[in-house]
């Protein structure tokens, strides 16, 4: 192959975390910034793990979407908390704009953080 051209390279605007999916039978990829390399639950409505934040779940990051984590499992009624660093009440967490936010899984629960 020829070395680098201005016609056969991916250009980076931007330095810091991404991701990059490519699917070659498709011909198609996506790049983007990853703002949270993991998100972990915690706390007694994510069943058989509690308040333990050494056995908090982890979510399942999407590499097509890089800023989407997801969890399917079961929820007991009660709290939970979203963790940036495993094992580390000191460390990094996302909130609900409005702390108590009770989601009731009817659908309307989309909302920002």
Partial sequence: TEPRTDDNVFKVA???????????????????YVPYENVYMVGNA????????????????DPKNPEVFTFTGQFDAGEFKLALDLGNWGGRFLMPQVGGTVLKGDGNDITTM
């Fill in 14 to 32: 931007q330095a810091g975390r991404h991701s990059f999916y490519m699917d070659i039978d498709q011909g198609i990829y996506a790049f983007g």
């Fill in 46 to 61: 994510i069943t058989g793990i509690g308040w333990d934040i050494g056995k908090a779940k982890p979510m399942i990051w």
